[in-house]
């Protein structure tokens, strides 16, 4: 089974700063990792799907890679904005069973 | 496209009352659904795995006679939860495989509230 951790839990940065969002798994046959966004009381948002053959994926501001000799991925979000603020949630899975094993997430507060 | 929708958004029933939850691949089918549990300030735990035309396949610790999966159709599963009680109050969330890009990826539905009084 797929062991997913997210450090740090909680992160508070002022406007216009870059976020740094780590996340580690334990099973370097990754299938693949996402990264959604929840905001609080609500579903998820997919941001980034990045597959076991891919190293990082980019979307507007978001950028996330993954190693998985290290079994380390990256959500980096440039210049935050106060409406970046959310919790964060990484999910892996294995290939034999499509399964996700979810962080426990890190919620970013962007102070304005 | 690869629209998951769930249905109520919110219910509140009284405690030992069942409630079903429906999740509804809108454009694509899915021959495989999962379903999640979430609790206040937690991480999305997976319950189980419906496939279509087949029982689910529920995770360690998940009681089957409670939490009821049928999975009838392709683009239609549905959870119920047997003789609720406030322990039970929490969010659930389902998701279905689908193809995208040539590859697999859950797609997510906006999840259901559920309040046991």
């Known amino acids: 089974k797929q062991e997913v951790t997210q450090i740090p839990a909680a992160l508070s940065v002022p406007e216009g700063e870059n976020l740094v969002l780590n996340c580690s798994f334990t099973?370097?046959?990754?299938?693949?990792l996402q990264w959604f966004r929840q905001d609080p009381g609500k579903g998820l948002t997919s941001l980034l799907l990045i597959q076991s053959s891919q190293r990082e994926q980019t979307s507007g501001r978001l950028n996330a890679s993954l190693d998985k000799s290290s079994g380390r991925s990256t959500l980096y979000i440039a210049a935050s904005q106060p409406g970046d603020s959310a919790t964060y949630l990484c999910?892996?899975?294995?290939?034999?069973?499509?399964?996700?094993?979810f962080g426990a997430g890190t919620t970013v507060t962007v102070r304005a | 496209g690869a629209v998951v929708s769930q249905h109520p958004s919110r219910v509140i029933c009284k405690s030992g009352t069942s409630v079903k939850i429906e999740c509804r691949s809108l454009d694509f089918q899915a021959t495989t659904m999962f379903w999640y549990r979430q609790f206040p300030k937690q991480s999305l735990m997976l319950m189980a795995t419906?496939?279509?035309?087949?029982?689910?396949?529920?995770e360690q610790g998940v009681e089957k006679d409670k939490f009821l999966i049928n999975h009838a159709s392709l683009t239609l599963s549905t959870l119920t939860v047997t003789s609720a009680h406030p322990e039970d109050s929490s969010f659930y969330i389902c998701?279905?495989?689908?193809?995208?890009?040539?590859?697999?990826?859950?797609?997510f539905g906006p999840g259901t509230r559920l309040t046991v009084l």
């Open positions: 099973d370097s046959a990754i299938y693949n």
């Open positions: 999910a892996g899975g294995l290939s034999n069973d499509y399964k996700l094993s």
């Open positions: 998701s279905a495989e689908g193809l995208a890009g040539g590859k697999n990826e859950q797609f």
């Open positions: 419906s496939n279509e035309g087949s029982k689910a396949t529920y």
